[in-house]
């Protein structure tokens, strides 16, 4: 009888034998179930962290192109001139752009649906450049607009720099008609 129990190990298994490797599996099995909850927190963490970025840069962007999209179309004559409006966009938008290159971190390159581009993180010091000649774009024409002359002279500056980043190809961000079609109506 002795004989045929032999543990895996083939050792004997002897019952005193027998509980001690129980005890051992068991406090293995547990270590074990610890890690992967732990890992399996862990990862919720980061995952929750990802999402809430990216939502927020996606917000802070659909902010800035509805603010830029009203003026474009003033500086095109499409919409009736409003100073006001126009400067009260302005404000929006440098706030939100000012928040901008922060909202990269490197555990942000995939997930919710970003069309970040894997460029960004490659070629951080163009990114956060294109970043800065926005929010100094904005800045600028925030200054020099007094009237609809100068809104027209100053506008396509500030629309031109959203394009350092939105590109066809190869783009830190799809081109703008891509990502205008992104917002949320
Ligand atoms: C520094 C680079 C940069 C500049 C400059 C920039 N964008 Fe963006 N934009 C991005 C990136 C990156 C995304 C994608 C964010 C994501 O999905 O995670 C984006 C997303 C968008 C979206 C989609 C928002 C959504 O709902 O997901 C629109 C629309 C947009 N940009 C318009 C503009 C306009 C208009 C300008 C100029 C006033 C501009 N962008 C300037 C980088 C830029």
New binding site residues.
């Given amino acids: 009888m002795e004989a045929d129990r032999k543990g895996l190990d083939g050792l004997p298994s002897k019952r005193v034998l027998i509980g001690n490797c129980t005890n051992r599996r068991r406090t293995h099995m547990l270590r074990v179930v610890a890690i992967v909850a732990a890992l399996a927190v862990g990862a919720t963490a980061v995952m929750a962290q990802n999402l809430s970025v990216?939502k927020q840069?996606?917000?802070v962007?659909?902010a800035?192109?509805t603010s830029?999209?009203g003026n474009f179309k003033m500086s095109k004559g499409e919409v009736p001139f409003d100073l006001a409006k126009v400067q009260a966009r302005l404000k929006t938008?440098q706030e939100e752009a000012a928040k901008?290159?922060g909202l990269f971190p490197g555990d942000?390159k995939t997930g919710?649906?970003?069309?970040?581009?894997a460029k960004?993180w490659q070629a951080k010091a163009e990114?956060?450049k294109?970043?800065d000649?926005?929010l100094a774009e904005i800045k600028s024409a925030s200054a020099a607009i007094k009237d609809e002359a100068t809104l027209k002279a100053e506008y396509p500056k500030?629309?031109k720099?959203?394009g350092?980043?939105?590109k066809t190809t190869d783009g830190?961000?799809?081109s703008?008609a891509e990502?205008?079609k992104?917002?949320?109506q």
């Fill in positions: 990216i840069r996606r917000d962007m659909a800035i192109a830029s999209s938008m901008f290159k942000s919710g649906e970003t069309a970040a581009s960004i990114f956060e294109a970043a000649t926005l500030v629309a720099s959203c350092n980043c939105h830190f961000a799809p703008l990502s205008f992104r917002l949320k």
